[in-house]
Every structure is written in structure tokens, then in C-alpha cells.
């Protein structure tokens, strides 16, 4: 099971600077480093994260579920300027559902000390249209940020 420890808000400083990449990931669909699949139901990406690597602001917007896939510590920042810290375990999973209109960005970074590595799974088939992915992602001819 994993452990999560809230940790306080940023200063408002930096929660204000936040706000605007925020902003700017709410088009962002991009929910993980490599898009490995993709078919009329789901769409299936990998998060790899190397100790200190991050994936930048992206936003959620359908249905999904991660899993972890190795065991590490993860820093994340969401737009209430919230931050969570985690340890995972390997076979944590999670799944999340959001409603009409309801979304979800943040950031993920590997705080721990060994390579990071999820499985998520997105449904196609949800409340919320899914958001638009570059085209070159969906090649698989470039990383997804």
C-alpha cells in the first residue's frame, strides 16, 4: 500500500508562478513519458523516471487507473497547491474517475533513489472528451514531457 505524506502548501511566491504552468498543462494530455498504445477503448502509457527525473505538468481528464510498476518515492504539485509526497511499493494501483467537466494536472517527480517506473491506463470511453495528443507522440517518435 502506498504511504502518502501532505506536505504544506508552497509559498505563495512560487504557488503564483505555478499557477501559470499550470495553466498552460490544462490542454496537456500527455499523462505519461511514452504513449505505448492506443485503440478505440484506452490508451496505454509508460512513466519512467530516472532518481531526480520529473514529468512535467499534465492534466487528467478521463478515467484511468496507474499501477506501479517498481517501488521509489514521488513528489507531486497539483493546481490547489497542494503538494504529496508517496513511497510506492511495487503492484500499488490506484484508479480515478472524474466527472463531466471535472479534471485533474499535476506533476510528478522521482525524489527516491531508484529508477521510477508506472503503468497507466486510460479509458477513451469517459465522462470527458479526451484531450488532444501531438501527433508525434501517438508515432511514438517523441517523449512526452
Keep these: 500500500m502506498t504511504r502518502t505524506t501532505e506536505t504544506a502548501a508552497l509559498p505563495p511566491d512560487l504557488a503564483q508562478n505555478l499557477a501559470q504552468d499550470f495553466a498552460a ?32 505538468f499534465h492534466t ?31 503492484g500499488d494501483i490506484q484508479h480515478l474517475s472524474f466527472g463531466a467537466g471535472e ?18 491506463v486510460e479509458f477513451l470511453d469517459s465522462a470527458n472528451a479526451p484531450l488532444d495528443l501531438p501527433a508525434e507522440i501517438r508515432r511514438g517518435t517523441a517523449k512526452a514531457a
Design 60 to 90: 487528467h481528464v478521463l478515467d484511468y487507473f496507474w499501477t506501479a510498476v517498481t517501488a521509489g518515492r514521488a513528489r507531486s504539485q497539483y493546481g490547489d497547491g497542494r503538494v504529496a509526497e508517496v513511497d510506492y511499493r511495487a
Design 103 to 120: 479534471w485533474m494536472t499535476h506533476d510528478l517527480a522521482n525524489i527516491g533513489q531508484t529508477e521510477l517506473i508506472f503503468t497507466t
Design 25 to 56: 498543462a490544462r490542454t496537456n494530455g500527455c499523462v505519461g513519458t511514452r504513449l505505448l498504445s492506443e485503440d478505440a477503448r484506452c490508451r496505454v502509457w509508460t512513466i519512467v523516471l530516472a532518481p531526480g527525473e520529473r514529468i512535467g
